[in-house]
């Protein structure tokens, strides 16, 4: 299992940028699959970015073109770059590693509101 953090949560009006980390407290080159869920008030946890270790991202159709997810094996971390936000993107975000024990971050709210 590994310890998930996640950072860069706050609140932004429409229109505005935010940027979160997940740093892991070992290494996720091992991980197949890290990943970005959120989960806004009353509603399932949703997938927003997936990153395999190899081979392409894939991306929440709600966020394609306006979020960017990268992978950092060496640095052991993975970042959602969150561009054009809307009111609907208020969510509490997660990380997530795919592993024999899935591990989850503790989340970070972003709240976007003017």
């Known amino acids: 299992q590994v310890q998930l953090v996640e950072s860069g949560g706050g609140l932004v009006q429409p229109g505005g940028s935010l940027r979160l980390s997940c740093a892991a407290s070992r290494s996720i080159f091992s991980f197949d699959v890290m990943a970005w869920y959120r989960q806004a008030p009353g509603k399932q946890r949703e997938l927003v970015a997936r990153?395999?270790?190899?081979?392409?991202?894939q991306y929440a159709d709600s966020v394609k073109g306006r979020f960017t997810a990268s992978r950092d094996n060496a640095r052991n971390t993975i970042e959602l770059q969150m561009n054009s936000l809307k009111p609907e993107d208020t969510a509490v975000y997660y990380c997530?590693?795919?592993?024999?024990?899935?591990?989850w971050g503790q989340g970070t709210q972003v709240t976007v509101s003017s």
């Open positions: 997530y590693a795919e592993g024999t024990t899935p591990s």
């Open positions: 990153l395999p270790r190899w081979g392409s991202r």
